[in-house]
């Protein structure tokens, strides 16, 4: 693969934010697994998320292996970002991986503020998010997706800093990195 960083992270903490700012910065396409999964469903982004994993289709094995195969096919032609929560495991050969993680306070009131909700709700909507999230994807493909943040090359702790500054780091360690096509 040449030129594949994957951003991946706990829900909510920007993963998509972060990852649309290297993108732009290093001149590469964006992709979301997550945006594709999401379209299949209306609504606010968190509860749009919870609303499609708690449908047949949404939690099936065959859709989310229609969505790996487009993650694939999109690697492999390079020079892309990707913001997916799998996106580490699956694309074993990128030339970076990311992690992004997070209080969960604050990765509610980042929920709260993007989806026009009070904290407790929104508290709420992203424990089962998360909680869905976990339990279907060890279901499917039989691991933990936060063990992804074992196998990442860059584990960032934004909790106290902005999406700007994640990506500082992340286009810092980038630059540092030689890589191989």
Not at 19 to 26: G, H, N, P, T
Not at 121 to 146: C, M, P, Q
């Amino acid at each position: 693969m040449k030129n594949v960083i994957c951003i991946s992270g706990q829900p909510s903490c920007g993963t998509s934010t972060v990852a649309k700012i290297v993108a732009e910065k290093l001149g590469l396409d964006y992709f979301s697994p997550g945006q594709y999964f999401k379209k299949h469903s209306a609504g606010k982004e968190t509860e749009s998320a919870v609303a499609v994993w708690k449908t047949e289709k949404g939690s099936s094995r065959s859709f989310h292996n229609d969505i790996d195969r487009l993650q694939l096919e999109i690697a492999e032609k390079g020079n892309v970002v990707f913001d997916g929560k799998l996106s580490i495991r699956m694309l074993k050969n990128s030339n970076l991986k990311v992690w992004l993680k997070a209080d969960i306070e604050k990765r509610a009131e980042r929920v709260a503020k993007r989806d026009s909700m009070d904290i407790g709700a929104a508290l709420e909507k992203l424990k089962e998010k998360e909680v869905l999230e976990r339990k279907n994807w060890k279901k499917i493909y039989g691991f933990d997706y936060f063990e992804q943040e074992k196998e990442a090359d860059l584990v960032i702790d934004v909790t106290e800093i902005s999406a700007a500054e994640a990506a500082e780091k992340i286009l810092e360690f980038w630059n540092g990195k030689e890589f191989k096509d």
